[in-house]
């Protein structure tokens, strides 16, 4: 038998702390050797969860499962591991202090019969590993003092030539940056209230999902109420976060969309995360029934619109609570077009699905920049993301060629996720605003010259669109 102990003292409530460390779902992101975990059933966190976490090991990876076997909210958790060479029961145990709490952790070894003799030579390797695991990784991740991204020399240059820079876009490219390890993101969100669009499938899901086990509260907006009332179900059943609230709106409607915010500022709930997720590729060209081109639509009017009537929930939460944050869910395919700010409507060319998409994306882009500049002294982040290529309902069903061609190096819609998450939890995120964001990195907007666009044309899509209304009044008339 072999007893690791650590402890360390750290400047935040045991709730926070209990919260993040509770989860060995997150163990990977300060365990010095965890490289991969996972949960192997659909229950809250609690007696009885059950976790696989591999590790690497001098003479390989070494999986292990985890159940919890002892679970005291804000205060203490027992687990069981059990691999190929040992069981081991890591005990967490959260001491509230006058300044935050204390972490005591100890890890009790009991090694199969025919590893005894060898005990005694491996002890100092683990109470190194035991050290790093806590007093680095662990007490670095709850300090959560991390800087402010910065794209890496090698995304960079990567960057500077199309296909390496698509080559990012694949799993293995996430995989890359993911080596690089990832900051810890210990941030408490369940004081915290987020709207997400889209949810019901795809990436939206997974970060409902993500979201939902870091505990915050939850505005879902979907267009299928079967759909929606399904995702809410589960996710409380599997969660066991209760904050999860829908609303149903078609968002390529600025009927509907008017509809969610008079609800949403009804109930004057401040909003500290909003995620403009919701999308869809049209081939042929649609008109909705308001007269909208529906990828102009759904694409860029609609989260225009939500966005600038949900500003004063937004400016209420970075007024409590010092920030705010907006995330534009945006696509690689921007890179493959320029700002048409005359043809918004996609009616001068002949219509192509995936064309209308990366340009409303495109425009997208150049709001995330308008509104980071208008609001920074007004504590609301503004950023955008794009996922690279992941495998969603959504890609397979409205481009199945590319989805046949590339659905071996497509991330998963996890994978894809990752940075919505990451904009949405990780604290050094809330440092840089009006940037794209792939793999938690500033990217450049523009692969080729020959898609800037020019500052007129900028400034003629913001006049276009905050004047959308007036503009169409006579449309609407008619």
């Given amino acids: 038998m072999t007893t690791l102990n650590e402890t360390i003292q750290i400047e ?44 690497e090991a001098p003479f390989g990876k070494l999986p292990l499962e ?13 687990l069981i ?91 293995r490219g996430y995989k ?33 999902e993500f979201l939902a086990y870091r505990g915050a509260k939850l505005t879902l907006v979907v267009r299928n109420r079967n759909k929606g009332q399904a995702l809410v179900k589960e996710l409380k059943a599997r969660t066991g976060n209760k904050q999860i609230a829908l609303e149903i709106a078609d968002l390529s409607l600025m009927a509907d969309v008017d509809k969610v915010v008079a609800s949403l500022s009804k109930k004057g709930e401040p909003i500290d995360v909003l995620i403009n997720n919701a ?9 909705t029934s308001e007269g909208l081109e529906q990828s ?16 004063p929930l937004l400016q209420h939460a970075a007024d409590l609570r010092g920030e705010a944050r907006v995330i534009n869910v945006v696509s690689g395919g921007m890179y493959s077009q320029k700002l048409r700010v005359l043809d918004l409507q996609n009616e001068e060319d002949k219509y192509s699905g995936s064309v209308a998409y990366a340009r409303c994306k495109r425009a997208l882009m150049i709001k995330t920049e308008q509104w980071a500049e208008d609001w920074a002294d007004e504590g609301i982040v503004v950023n955008a ?7 969603t309902p959504g890609v397979e069903s409205a481009l199945p060629e590319f989805h046949k061609l590339t659905r071996l190096v ?8 990752d940075t919505i998450n990451w904009l949405a939890v990780a604290t050094e995120a809330g440092q840089l605003s009006g940037k794209l964001f792939l793999d938690r990195e500033p990217r450049t907007t523009h692969l080729t010259d020959s898609t800037r666009e020019s500052e007129e044309s900028r400034e003629q899509l913001r006049e276009i669109l905050g004047n959308w209304d007036s503009a169409h009044e006579g449309d609407k008339a008619a």
């Fill in 279 to 287: 999308g869809a590729l049209f081939n042929p060209r649609q008109v």
């Fill in 385 to 391: 993301m794009h996922p690279g290529w992941a495998d």
């Fill in 12 to 55: 935040r409530p045991a709730r926070e702390v209990f919260q993040y460390v509770a989860d060995f779902a997150t163990c990977v992101e300060w365990d010095s050797t965890a490289i991969e975990t996972g949960r192997l059933d659909d229950t809250p966190v609690g007696v009885g969860t059950r976790y696989k976490v591999v590790c």
């Fill in 296 to 311: 102009f639509a759904l694409l860029l009017l609609g989260p225009f619109r939500l966005t600038e009537a949900l500003k």
């Fill in 410 to 417: 497509l991330r998963t819609p996890e994978e894809g996720a």
């Fill in 176 to 208: 890359r940056g993911a080596k690089k390890l990832f900051n810890p993101m210990s941030r408490y969100m369940a004081d915290k209230h987020v709207v997400l669009t889209g949810a019901t499938a795809g990436l939206g899901k997974a970060s409902a």
């Fill in 81 to 171: 591991g059990r691999g190929r060479f040992f069981e081991v029961e890591d005990t967490i145990l959260i001491t509230p202090t006058k300044t935050g709490c204390e972490l005591d952790y100890t890890a009790v070894f009991t090694w199969k019969p025919w590893l005894q003799k060898f005990a005694a030579s491996m002890e100092p390797g683990l109470k190194r590993m035991g050290y790093a695991s806590v007093q680095k990784g662990m007490k670095a991740a709850l300090e959560d003092n991390y800087a402010a991204p910065e794209i890496s020399g090698e995304n960079a240059r990567a960057d500077r030539f199309v296909p390496t820079a698509l080559m990012r876009f694949t799993k």
């Fill in 66 to 78: 985890y159940e919890i076997v002892e679970f005291e909210p804000d205060h203490k958790v027992v």
